[in-house]
């Protein structure tokens, strides 16, 4: 068995290098295996005991600067090993498909809190959750999410699910159906990382998307020429298909007003605010955007 292991490892790491090359068993790859376990069996009792926590990004509408919405972002913090990065965590629940069990709980939790907030504040925005090609081709999927609504009694036009374009790398077709059953319960569709990955003029015209997020990449770019070329392309491509653009990673006034000059619909980033816990959440955001 332990033969078998290091072959794995040793194959992982081809995998990881983009395939093509030859790995021999190092000391290196043991550690990183055993870690690697480790953080996968945290993060399975992490889901299992719920000792995960919810965050919430404000989307803003840029003309208004009225609150829209906000976006779900999962955080996990481990007694050992403290802040865990989404970026190192999620890639792991994806190849391991814990991505699963853990896309169920966001899904309930988000469903949980924009409940409790229309209950309590009368929210009437839009909450915007994650949702992993692996989670969304589950063929639970569709029950599981339908549930979650009701469960927590909640409009689902008030729910968008986030998708990447990596959902669209085979069979498209049942994708599309897919998506046009989720459409067809009022769910809203955001297509996110726009730019980054698959998408073709083509797909954009067949898929049923409502939305698309520009990617946080591209503002980053915002102070090079070629940079507001490419977002003003982008914004001006939206346009013509007719899908408000969310913009991702705005932290400027300058990049604020050029995105709002650009014709940009909806902004998130921390321009206007940071993600926020549950709790900075009631305290602050009900405070800015309904008692002003």
Partial sequence: NELFQYADMAMYEVKKSG????YFFEQLMQEKFVERICLENKLTNAIDTS???LYFQPQVDITTKTLRGFEALVRWYDSE???IKPDQFIPMAEESKLIIPLGDWVLDQSC?????????YNFQGIMSINVSPIQLKNPTFLFDLNSAIRRHNIDPRKIEIEITEGIFIDNIEDTVDLLT???ELGIGISLDDFGTG?????MLKSVPIDEIKLDKSFIDDYNDEKGRSIISCMLDLAKMLDLPVVAEGVETEEQYLYLKQKGCEVIQ???????LSAIEFMNKIVDIFYNN
Avoid: D, H, T
């Fill in 181 to 183: 059953r989720i459409k």
């Fill in 19 to 22: 395939k093509n090359a030859v």
């Fill in 51 to 53: 000792c995960l926590e």
């Fill in 198 to 202: 698959y998408s073709s003029l083509m």
């Fill in 112 to 120: 949980y809190y924009l409940a409790k907030w229309q209950r309590e």
């Fill in 81 to 83: 090993l403290g802040w």
């Fill in 269 to 275: 980033g921390f321009y206007f605010s940071k993600p």
